[in-house]
């Protein structure tokens, strides 16, 4: 109950201080990882896996450090706002069921899920100065992503091979993640089945 009043206080704040459309996805997102398995309700893998996670988009964006490339990639109309296209994307397909529920068992809550000032321009937390997320609370998808262009600027600069095999690591554990989570799912489903078989003789 006290979640659900905390969501409506969160989401008149976001929409006295920012557009309705940004208002509403943000909502929608925090219900969303309110639904997912908090700590201690998920396989203890499940946890190790998302600790991981966390750890590991934090070196990864520490290793990245600035990248020129994202504030070069957006054309008109978005003159002047950092992070590129990818930036761009919706912010439901950006926060997959699957990172939502990474997030949520690495700590992530509502109240971290802060939007940027200004005009909604792609997902959420885009802002004029870049995403309004820490590291720690974005998807993998969004730490571990990297474009041509940015690419070309890590080959430029000579740490582009410690940089693939974090990524590669990133991917690697976000699907083992993926695996674990899945395998608890189904197994909770069968329990459920069987209970009920066993309730209806």
Request: aromatic share 4%.
């Amino acid at each position: 109950m006290l979640a659900r009043v905390l969501l409506a206080v969160r989401y008149l704040l976001d929409r006295l201080s920012g557009p309705r459309s940004r208002a509403y996805e943000l909502l929608a997102l925090r219900r969303r990882l309110l639904a997912e398995a908090r700590p201690g309700r998920a396989s203890p893998a499940e946890e190790q896996l998302a600790a991981r996670l966390r750890e590991l988009r934090e070196r990864l964006a520490a290793r990245l450090g600035q990248v020129e490339a994202c504030a070069h990639c957006v054309p008109p109309p978005s003159p002047g706002w950092p992070g590129g296209q990818c930036c761009s994307a919706k912010t439901e397909g950006l926060f997959s069921e699957h990172e939502l529920a990474a997030l949520r068992l690495a700590g992530t809550t509502p109240g971290h899920l802060r939007p940027p000032p200004g005009e909604h321009r792609g997902c959420a937390f885009r802002g004029p100065s870049g995403c309004s997320l820490a590291v720690a609370h974005r998807p993998s998808v969004c730490v571990g992503y990297a474009c041509r262009e940015h690419l070309a600027e890590l080959r430029r600069r000579g740490d582009g091979p410690a940089i693939a095999r974090l990524q590669d690591e990133l991917q690697m554990v976000f699907k083992r993640f993926v695996a674990a989570r899945a395998a608890r799912l189904e197994l909770t489903l069968f329990d459920e089945l069987k209970a009920g078989l066993l309730e209806a003789k």
